[in-house]
T-cell receptor, first 116, second 113 residues
Framework: EAGVVQSPRYKIIEKKQPVAFWCNPISGHNTLYWYLQNLGQGPELLIRYENEEAVDDSQLPKDRFSAERLKGVDSTLKIQPAELGDSAVYLC??????????????FGDGTRLSIL | SQKIEQNSEALNIQEGKTATLTCNYT??????LQWYRQDPGRGPVFLLLIRENEKEKRKERLKVTFDTTLKQSLFHITASQPADSATYLC????????????FGAGTTVTVRA
C-alpha cells in the first residue's frame, strides 16, 4: 500500500510569511494527525481528525495555525504569520478509525520548515 | 507532571551484541505502549505494541517488556546489525479520553561493524 505522502519536503521562508503543508494519508485511514517535531525531541500532537472533524486541536496555536481536512481525505496545515520559533519538522500520520493508542500510526517523512 | 524518559545518552554497540533501551514514565497509567524507529530525515516507523497485561512481546530480533509496577518498558535488539542504527521512540497512551499518544524524546543507537 502507498504510504502517507507529505509535501513539500523542505520549505524555507522569511518570518511573518505564510506557509502551508499538505498531507495525503493512507487510503482507508479515517484518523489523521499533524505533529510537530523539534530536533532531539519526540513528535508532539498539534491536531487530530476523525474523517473531516477536528476532534482534538487543544495543542494547536490557533492564533497563527489552522488546519483543514476537506472530504475527510487530504489535509493542509497552515501557519500565518510564521515566527522564528516555528522552525521544526511537521509530520503527518494516519491510522485506522479506532482508539488511537492501540493502533499503529503511519507517518509521512515530514516537511522541514526553516524560518529566516 | 507527566513524563516519559528514554536513555539520555546515545547507545554505541558492537555488531552482534544486544542493545537494550529503556523507557520510564511517571504519572501515567498506560493501557498500551508502542515503539517506533526513526531514521534521519524520515518519519517514525511502527515496530511493536505491547498491552498492559502483556509482560513481553517479540518480533524477529526485537523484544519488548512492559512492567507496570516499575513503570518501565525495555526494548531489546538482539544480534544487532549496522542497519539497526537509528533513533528509537517509545510512545504511550495516557489512558485519557483524548485517545492520543505521548512520545518520548528517543534514544539514538549506533551499531559498529
Amino acid at each position: 500500500e502507498a504510504g502517507v505522502v507529505q509535501s513539500p519536503r523542505y520549505k524555507i521562508i522569511e518570518k511573518k510569511q505564510p506557509v502551508a503543508f499538505w498531507c495525503n494519508p493512507i487510503s482507508g485511514h479515517n484518523t489523521l494527525y499533524w505533529y510537530l517535531q523539534n530536533l532531539g525531541q519526540g513528535p508532539e500532537l498539534l491536531i487530530r481528525y476523525e474523517n473531516e472533524e477536528a476532534v482534538d486541536d487543544s495543542q494547536l496555536p490557533k492564533d497563527r495555525f489552522s488546519a483543514e481536512r476537506l472530504k475527510g481525505v487530504d489535509s493542509t496545515l497552515k501557519i500565518q504569520p510564521a515566527e522564528l520559533g516555528d522552525s521544526a519538522v511537521y509530520l503527518c500520520a494516519s491510522s485506522l478509525r479506532r482508539r488511537s493508542s492501540n493502533q499503529p500510526q503511519h507517518f509521512g517523512d515530514g516537511t522541514r520548515l526553516s524560518i529566516l | 507532571s507527566q513524563k516519559i524518559e528514554q536513555n539520555s545518552e546515545a547507545l554505541n554497540i558492537q555488531e552482534g551484541k544486544t542493545a537494550t533501551l529503556t523507557c520510564n514514565y511517571t504519572n501515567y497509567s498506560p493501557a498500551y505502549l508502542q515503539w517506533y524507529r526513526q531514521d534521519p530525515g524520515r518519519g517514525p516507523v511502527f515496530l511493536l505494541l505491547i498491552r498492559e497485561n502483556e509482560k513481553e512481546k517479540r518480533k524477529e530480533r526485537l523484544k519488548v517488556t512492559f512492567d507496570t509496577t516499575l513503570k518501565q518498558s525495555l526494548f531489546h535488539i538482539t544480534a544487532s546489525q549496522p542497519a539497526d542504527s537509528a533513533t528509537y521512540l517509545c510512545a504511550l497512551d495516557p489512558r485519557s479520553n483524548d485517545y492520543k499518544l505521548s512520545f518520548g524524546a528517543g534514544t539514538t543507537v549506533t551499531v559498529r561493524a
